[in-house]
């Protein structure tokens, strides 16, 4: 099946500062999302994101799907960014794959 | 309130026993999915069902079931032949098998 692999697995900032996650997949995909996930377990969603760019205040999203990876830029982090970043993507076969994270820890 | 609830928020159950976890959504939504995750890990696909009454294995089905009667309804019973079933059990639906998922809050299990 499909690989999907984050980097850098942690993260540690401090507030103000400017961060980018990466996510590398291994085979053409019809559909990519980044999620937050929260101290409570929940996942947010951030970008569906399948190609192309997109930006959503602080945050913004490349996907060069030709290429296999996609970025998620962070621009002055704060103590409320912290948590987990995942990266999902799908095939056509429909099947979702999630990479192992980032864990990002923004310091006051 | 549209989303998705998942309930309960924590479980317990004794080792052996068979354990029922719910998913319900009122976004009109065809797919609908569950995930495991475990501590420090990514999310892994158990079953997803693109439609009523229609369901698919994910990439670790083994000692799990689903049923998909309903539209707004994906429940996952955890069995008593799944080996390791102590974790965070997510659920998740979308508009159809290729759009964007959003997902509830979440149960965790604990087999004692």
């Known amino acids: 099946g499909i690989q999907v692999e984050q980097s850098p697995p942690d993260l540690i900032l401090q507030e103000g500062a400017n961060s980018t996650l990466r996510c590398n997949f291994s085979?053409?995909?019809?559909?990519l999302q980044w999620f937050h996930q929260n101290p409570w377990g929940q996942l947010i969603n951030l970008f569906y994101?399948?190609?192309g760019t997109k930006q959503n205040g602080r945050l913004s999203a490349t996907t060069v799907a030709t290429e296999r990876y996609s970025l998620l830029y962070i621009s002055s982090s704060q103590t409320t960014d912290s948590g987990v970043y995942f990266c999902?993507?799908?095939?056509?076969?429909?099947?979702?794959?999630f990479g192992d994270g980032t864990t990002l820890t923004v310091k006051p | 309130d549209g989303g998705i609830t998942q309930s309960p928020k924590y479980l317990f159950r004794k080792e052996g026993q068979n354990v029922t976890l719910s998913c319900e959504q009122n976004?009109?939504?065809?797919?609908m999915y569950w995930y495991r995750q475990d501590p420090g890990q990514g999310l892994r696909l158990i079953y997803y069902?693109?439609?009523?009454?229609?369901?698919q294995k994910g990439d670790i089905a083994e000692g799990y079931s689903v049923s998909r009667e309903k539209k707004e309804s994906f429940p996952l019973t955890v069995t008593s032949a799944q080996k390791n079933p102590t974790a965070f059990y997510l659920c998740?639906?979308?508009?159809?098998?290729?759009?964007?998922?959003?997902f509830g809050p979440g149960t965790r299990l604990t087999v004692l």
């Open positions: 998740a639906s979308s508009v159809s098998i290729n759009n964007e998922q959003f």
């Open positions: 085979d053409s995909v019809n559909n």
């Open positions: 994101i399948p190609s």
């Open positions: 999902a993507v799908k095939t056509n076969a429909g099947k979702s794959t």
């Open positions: 976004l009109n939504h065809d797919a």
């Open positions: 069902s693109q439609i009523v009454n229609d369901f």
